[in-house]
């Protein structure tokens, strides 16, 4: 069980000395994110329109590339289902061109769902099997469950601000684990050349 539970470690030392010389690039990128989270939050409108804009866009990307997969194929028995996924993602990718507060409504309602319905199927299994560690998932649930419905009690008015927070929450903790990381590289190497 030692065996085991050592072997990674030469693997990640291997890993860690491979990123010496990228260390503060990682660490760049890493405040990069942080700050541009640090934008999303405080401008939460804008970072729902400027997200839902994005996918928007490769909604519409995916959808040329569908088409494009559809006439090479056109011999294939799956010939109208590859015009069917362009069809639906262009006129997805479309609709949230042309009206992204409308866009972020919709998406804002199913991101409000998936809370709630997440997060009682959470609740729901934290309590029929005890596992090690259960009050965790139960707290992981009943979070999710808040969440959902704090969305959707706001809804239509929380559409203009949720996506844009949590796009700019997930960006900040992304950053520090990116700075965390170059860091933690940075002392690695510094440690490993003493």
């Known amino acids: 069980m030692t065996h085991i539970a050592e072997a990674p470690v030469p693997c990640m ?3 860690l000395s491979g990123l010496r010389h990228s260390w503060w690039l ?13 934008l999303a939050i405080s401008s939460t409108f804008v970072a729902t329109l400027a997200s839902v804009t994005v996918i928007g866009w490769l909604l519409i990307i995916a959808g040329i590339i569908e088409v494009v997969h559809a006439v090479a194929v056109r011999n294939w028995r799956g010939f109208a289902l590859h015009l069917l996924a362009a069809a639906l993602y262009l006129m997805a990718g479309l609709f949230m061109l042309e009206d992204p507060i409308q866009a972020a409504a ?17 609740v729901l299994l934290s309590l029929i099997m005890r596992f090690p560690g259960w009050p965790w998932l139960m707290l992981n649930g009943v979070i999710d469950l808040a969440l959902g ?7 239509p ?7 844009g927070l949590f796009v700019g929450i997930d ?24």
């Open 13 to 15: 030392s291997h890993e």
């Open 26 to 38: 990682v660490l760049i990128l890493g405040v990069l994110s942080i700050v541009v989270g640090m």
């Open 106 to 122: 919709v998406l804002t309602l199913l991101l409000a769902a998936v809370f709630i319905v997440g997060g009682a199927l959470r």
């Open 149 to 155: 419905i704090m969305i959707w009690n706001r809804w």
């Open 157 to 163: 008015a929380s559409s203009l601000w949720v996506i």
């Open 171 to 194: 960006l900040l903790f992304h950053g520090w684990s990116e700075v965390v990381l170059a860091l933690s590289v940075r002392n690695f190497v510094a440690s490993k050349s003493d």
